[in-house]
């Protein structure tokens, strides 16, 4: 089935630019992205990755170009658009004199949702990330990884059709980022639009069907894994390197060795 072909894009981007002084960050980014797509979008450090993912959440404001999210216009109506995206970044103020519970109260308040309907999700949301025995308990006392959670259902609870995720399995446990894996999976499925920021390109590679990657401010390619990888890379770490410069022939791991013979 050709996505593009029959339904109209949520994410339209025409000519984004960004810059802080002298310093290109963005240079160009031209994108279409479209419902049920599950968007990785990879890069090394400082390519843009993180810049683009906070222009489109309305986190930075000022850029070039134009964006068009769910049908608005990002300069003229940011709240609308607020009110249908999730943003779950990898690591947040979190008011951790709150309980899980409060926080999310306070979250689904912004988004104008029934009290009610808040308490009902977040129980239910909480009690799927093992966190139940905790909703009463202040966030001071959480690690990394559960605070993460409440992080991950704080940008899920009003439901949103699109999702903004950057670098969203820092510090769970094996079983969460499975869980999480599945969530996306099953998010997609129902047509909600995944825009996944990740230096962890073994999930990347499992949980996307279209892969970005952005070098210098640019995109240098787009499409599916298993297309992309027609020039014969083996995996999606191999192909980031080739295309960013940064390929590490066979005898990388001789020579790092190397350097603690005396």
Do not use: C, W
């Not at 000022?62 to 658009?81: A, C, S, T, W």
């Not at 903004?164 to 047509?191: C, H, S, T, Y």
């Amino acid at each position: 089935m050709n996505i593009e072909n029959e339904q109209e894009p949520v994410i339209q981007i025409a000519h984004l630019k960004k810059s802080y002084g002298d310093h290109q960050v963005l240079n160009d980014i031209n994108l279409d992205v479209y419902p049920g797509q599950v968007i990785g979008y990879i890069g090394p450090n400082g390519a843009g990755k993180s810049t683009t993912v906070k222009i489109l959440t309305g986190l930075i404001s000022e850029f070039e170009g134009d964006i068009q999210i769910l049908g608005h216009n990002l300069r003229e109506d940011p709240l609308k658009i607020k009110k249908q995206i999730g943003y779950v970044p990898e690591a947040a103020e979190m008011y951790e004199v709150l309980t899980p519970m409060e926080f999310l109260d306070f979250i689904g308040k912004l988004y104008d949702l029934e009290e009610s309907k808040i308490a009902r999700r977040a129980e239910r949301l909480l009690s799927f990330f093992g966190l139940q025995e905790e909703k009463d308990n202040r966030m001071e006392t959480f690690s990394k990884g559960m605070r993460q959670k409440v992080l991950l259902i704080s940008g899920l609870l009003h439901n949103p059709q699109i999702i903004f995720m950057d670098e969203p399995l820092a510090g769970l446990d094996a079983n969460a980022v499975i869980m999480v894996k599945e969530i996306i999976k099953r998010l997609a499925e129902q047509g909600k639009t995944i825009f996944y920021s990740s230096h962890m390109m073994d999930i990347v590679e499992k949980v996307s069907n279209r892969i970005l990657l952005i070098n210098n401010g640019t995109i240098v390619a787009d499409g599916p894994f298993e297309k992309l990888k027609e020039n014969d890379s083996e995996s999606l770490e191999r192909f980031f390197a080739q295309l960013t410069g940064n390929q590490q022939d066979d005898d990388f791991s001789e020579a790092f060795m190397d350097t603690f013979k005396d």
